[in-house]
């Protein structure tokens, strides 16, 4: 088996953990016949022969699902002719950072002149200037040196500067349409904004829910508004609408995924605004997510103490890895979980029934107890790196041990030898 084999079976299972899940429910994803598509076969070498893999899991272990994001900054997009003239920024928080970094469009080069020099940064309050303004410059240079964002430069703000909305302008002549981020980072700040989803795989053409909130310390602020926006693996960025379905965003998802995107990751960029007694505050988030071209759907036949009876079906070729959680019963009568499986296989397109399989040796060495049952199965297309269904833990499918029936009766035991080649000499030893 090859390492890297075996690497993506053991990504394509569930994430265990003891810290606490980003939100208690557990997501279901799971394609319909109707929206599989059919994607070309990948240039790349792909691994075509079948992995089985299990391995032991403490019953104090809960699957983790999700992600939460939680922010004390925020960052806005503006050209070099806004920053020469002045552009006005929100800070609730004293000694702020700020960095200046100059966008790279995709396909094009930067200009000579598109670093900021530190030393030509001033700041105004109430058209005021602020003589002392920053306490620390750091060049484009010393950034680049630390290998730190190489087209950025930063300054934090001085303590004396406080509080409140400020002008920063850039003395230096910029090149009018060269688009720069500004960040703005308050650390420590009481005002945070907070990002909540309950998955982080998705299918084309899907929606994406999350929550996002906006609070000072453990208080929630009310007047807050958002844009929402994607953001694709190539750098493209494209604002989206959201609809509000009780305390959960949604937004829409791109349609199509192609084979260049690959295992690479969509980002949803949340601007917040809120006005807290005056004070107007601003956060940017984001969250990182997969989305998937629907290349197979899963069906579970059933399960018994050695396998599981999957049928597959398969739009693309490729190679596709099941898992599944294997629960059993504890002293008190709870279902606990003990051991995760992965199987992978090579299949081309149509019907396919494979074997997501157990390892008896992990089975038996368990403290846990029948009844077992089967959960948190998933299904991972492999070669495009990509999840396509999962199913909530609380969906399991009973485990039945198979049995043998026996027969007794000298008809039974001819039978039973006849099915092992021996028939013809127990007939003639009979005549």
Do not use: C
Not at 142 to 152: D, E, G, P
Not at 195 to 200: A, H, M, Y
Request: glycine letters at 6%.
């Amino acid at each position: 088996m090859k390492l890297s084999t075996l690497s993506l079976v053991i990504l394509s299972s569930v994430t265990f953990s003891t810290a606490l899940q980003a939100t208690s429910q557990t997501p279901s994803l799971a394609p319909k016949s109707s929206q599989l598509v059919h994607l070309p076969v990948l240039e790349a070498t792909i691994e075509k022969q079948a992995v089985h893999f299990s391995q032991a899991i403490k019953s104090d272990l809960q699957p983790q699902f999700g992600l939460q994001s939680v922010s004390d900054e925020y960052w806005l997009e503006v050209d070099g002719q806004t920053l020469n003239k002045g552009l006005m920024l929100s800070v609730n928080q004293p000694e702020s950072l700020i960095r200046l970094s100059a966008k790279q469009s995709i396909g094009q080069s930067l200009p000579d002149n598109h670093a900021i020099d530190p030393q030509f940064l001033e700041l105004r309050k109430d058209k005021r200037f602020i003589e002392k303004a920053f306490s620390q410059r750091v060049s484009q240079e010393q950034m680049a040196t630390a290998s730190i964002l190489a087209n950025s430069s930063a300054v934090k703000m001085s303590a004396a500067a406080g509080t409140g909305q400020f002008q920063l302008r850039v003395a230096q002549q910029l090149a009018p349409t060269q688009k720069y981020i500004i960040n703005v980072k308050e650390k420590g700040s009481a005002y945070r904004q907070s990002l909540v989803t309950n998955q982080q795989a998705y299918l084309a053409g899907g929606q994406a829910s999350f929550k996002a909130t906006m609070a000072n310390q453990d208080s929630a602020l009310s007047n807050t508004s958002h844009r929402t926006f994607i953001k694709a693996p190539n750098g493209e960025m494209n604002e989206v609408n959201y609809v509000v379905n009780g305390e959960q965003f949604q937004v829409d998802l791109p349609a199509n995924v192609h084979n260049e995107m690959r295992g690479q990751l969509f980002e949803l960029h949340v601007e917040s605004t809120a006005n807290d007694n005056g004070k107007r505050v601003l956060r940017h988030g984001k969250l990182a997510f997969a989305v998937a071209a629907p290349t197979a759907r899963m069906t579970i036949e059933g399960a018994s103490l050695q396998s599981a009876s999957i049928n597959l079906d398969v739009a693309s070729e490729g190679r596709y890895a099941l898992s599944g959680v294997v629960y059993g019963q504890d002293s008190s009568g709870a279902m606990q979980p003990l051991m995760q499986s992965s199987s992978a296989y090579y299949l081309l397109p149509g019907q396919q029934t494979v074997a997501l399989e157990f390892d008896q040796t992990v089975l038996n060495a368990s403290s846990l107890s029948a009844p077992y049952s089967l959960g948190n199965t998933k299904l991972v297309d492999q070669s495009r790196i990509s999840v396509l269904q999962r199913q909530p833990a609380q969906q399991r499918v009973v485990m039945v041990e198979e049995k043998v029936e026996k027969s007794s009766g000298a008809l039974s035991l001819v039978t039973l030898l006849g099915l092992i080649g021996l028939g013809g000499l127990v007939r003639r030893r009979r005549d």
